[in-house]
């Protein structure tokens, strides 16, 4: 509670209005906190799933390639591997929550195929580049949703550091404090109307 500020009506009315803001802030914010937490869970979900599906897709890739080696042999797939001009790109754009820059990245892969013929090769090639693709645009997205569970976390303490203060501190000190000044602006009053009421009994004996 501030003592220090005059028991004035102006004041006791800037005070009112300064309550009223605070608990329409702490109303939008205690929003934002929900949605936030909200949005941190769903990307949690998805994560575990995710990696989940990462560690399957990068085992199937190795499989796959193990299984290629079998039956081509390991100097034909070297051989291939460095045949083959493939490159990855990625592009990162962002989307936004409640003021929250999120990632969304983006895989692109240039260099087409076939890198496989009947003579040579086998279509076993083809499948083992088709599984690491897939496993790279998988770790992609799972970049993606990790940073923005960092992001968003980071962004929930704050939210939740604002909402306690707001709620534990600045709106209770502000009702005690205009508590205070309404009964000091009573309390003067009634002093006021006790000494007029004084007065005119002093002017109507004098009479």
Do not use: C, W
Not at 166 to 185: A, N, W
């Amino acid at each position: 509670m501030d003592t220090s500020i005059a028991p004035t009506r102006s004041n006791m009315m800037k005070l009112r209005e300064e309550l009223e803001f605070s608990r329409l802030g702490h109303e939008l914010l205690d929003q934002k906190r929900s949605i936030l937490v909200n949005e941190l869970l769903t990307l949690v979900d998805q994560a575990v799933d995710y990696q989940n599906r990462v560690e399957k897709a990068l085992s199937e890739a190795e499989a796959s390639l193990q299984e290629a080696i079998m039956h081509m042999g390991r100097l034909r797939v070297a051989n291939l591997a460095g045949a083959v001009s493939i490159s990855s790109s990625f592009e990162v754009r962002e989307r936004r929550v409640m003021g929250v820059r999120l990632p969304n990245v983006e895989t692109s892969f240039s260099g087409e195929g076939p890198f496989f013929s009947p003579e040579d090769t086998s279509i076993l090639s083809e499948v083992v580049i088709g599984k690491y693709r897939e496993a790279l645009v998988m770790m992609g997205e799972m970049a993606e949703l990790k940073v923005s569970i960092m992001r968003l976390s980071r962004e929930v303490k704050k939210t939740i550091r604002k909402v306690n203060a707001l709620e534990k501190m600045v709106i209770p000190d502000k009702e005690e404090t205009l508590k205070y000044l309404e009964g000091r602006i009573e309390e003067s009053e009634r002093e006021s109307l006790i000494l007029l009421k004084s007065v005119k009994e002093r002017m109507e004996k004098r009479r």
